[in-house]
C-alpha cells in the first residue's frame, strides 16, 4: 500500500467512475509511483458489484513469489502456456502470472486492453499519444506499445466486436510535464479527438491540486494525463497507508449495515 484517501463526495473528473458518494481510493504497487506502475483501487460505499466488461483484460506481472504466494494460500491458478499461471482478483480481473524471478526493476510487465479494430488504435496509441510500437501480431490480433524501455508495456488486442466497458469504470493515467497538458488538449481539439474532461484542477484533502485532461481512445478507453510536478507530490508515498487502510476497512461497517436490513448492497 503506497497511501489511501479518503473522499465524501464524488471526483469532479469522475476518478471514481459516475458515484456521487463518499469513495476512497488506495494505491497500490511495487515500489514507488515515481518509477513504478501502480493500480488505483476505488471504493464507492454501498456499491456491492460492479459488471465486468470486456474492456480490461487483465495484468501480466513477472514473479515467481506470487505463484508461490498464491500457491501457498490455494488461491485458484490455471496455467495457460507453460510457466504462466492465470488467477482472478476478488472482483473478477484478470491477473497472469509468469513464473520467474521478479524484475528487479517493475515486476509488472504490461496491461492489457480490448480494441474492437487494432489499426484504429494502435494509430491513436502511437501516432497522436506518442507511445512506441515493441510489436505487432496481425494474426494474432495485437500490439504491444510503450513510453520506455524500462516501463510497464500497454498490450492492445482485439476483442472481436465492439468493446463493452460494464459499469467500473477505470482507466489509465500518465504522468507528464505540466506544460504539455494544453498541448495534448490543442492537439486533440485539432484532431476531432474526443476530451472527456478539459484541463482541469483536481484537490486532495491535505495534499497537492493537480492539473489533469481526461481523453477517451476510439473504444473509449480513458486516457488521464496528470502534471508531473504537483504529481511528484501528491504521490509520495505514505508511510501511514497501511494503517489508514485498515482503519478505513475497519470503520466501514457498510456489510454489517446491509445485512441487518437485510439489503443487498447496490449493483452499479
Not at 147 to 173: M, S, W
Not at 223 to 245: H, M, Q, W, Y
Request: hydrophobic share 35%; with cysteine.
Amino acid at each position: 500500500v503506497l497511501r489511501h484517501e479518503e473522499f465524501e463526495e464524488g471526483c469532479k473528473a469522475s476518478c471514481n467512475g459516475p458515484y456521487d458518494g463518499k469513495w476512497s481510493k488506495t494505491m497500490v504497487g511495487y515500489g514507488p509511483e515515481d518509477n513504478h506502475f501502480v493500480a488505483e483501487l476505488t471504493y464507492n460505499y454501498g456499491i456491492g458489484e460492479y459488471r465486468l466488461g470486456n474492456d480490461f483484460l487483465g495484468i501480466t506481472l513477472v514473479s515467481s513469489q506470487a505463484v508461490s504466494n498464491a500457491k501457498k494460500m490455494g488461491w485458484p491458478l490455471k496455467e495457460v502456456t507453460a510457466g504462466v499461471f492465470e488467477t482472478e482478483a476478488p472482483g473478477g480481473y484478470k491477473f497472469y502470472l509468469e513464473d520467474k524471478q521478479q524484475l528487479k526493476q517493475d515486476p509488472v510487465l504490461k496491461v492489457t486492453l480490448g480494441v474492437s479494430n487494432l489499426h484504429k488504435s494502435v494509430n491513436y496509441w502511437s501516432d497522436l499519444l506518442g507511445m512506441k510500437i515493441y510489436e505487432k501480431d496481425e494474426e494474432k490480433q495485437r500490439a504491444l506499445l510503450g513510453y520506455a524501455d524500462n516501463q510497464c508495456k500497454l498490450e492492445l488486442k482485439t476483442v472481436g466486436g465492439a468493446v463493452d466497458h460494464g459499469t467500473a469504470f477505470g482507466r489509465i493515467a500518465f504522468s507528464c510535464a505540466k506544460e504539455e497538458l494544453p498541448n495534448i488538449e490543442a492537439l486533440m481539439k485539432k484532431e476531432n479527438q474526443k476530451i472527456l474532461t478539459p484541463l482541469v484542477s483536481l484537490d486532495t484533502p491535505g495534499k497537492a491540486t493537480v492539473q489533469v485532461i481526461i481523453l477517451a481512445d476510439p473504444d473509449g478507453h480513458e486516457i488521464c494525463f496528470v502534471g508531473d510536478e504537483a504529481f511528484r507530490d501528491l504521490s509520495k508515498v505514505d508511510p501511514n497507508g497501511d494503517k489508514l487502510l485498515d482503519d478505513a476497512m475497519a470503520a466501514d461497517k457498510s456489510d454489517t449495515w446491509f445485512a441487518a436490513q437485510k439489503m443487498k448492497k447496490a449493483s452499479a
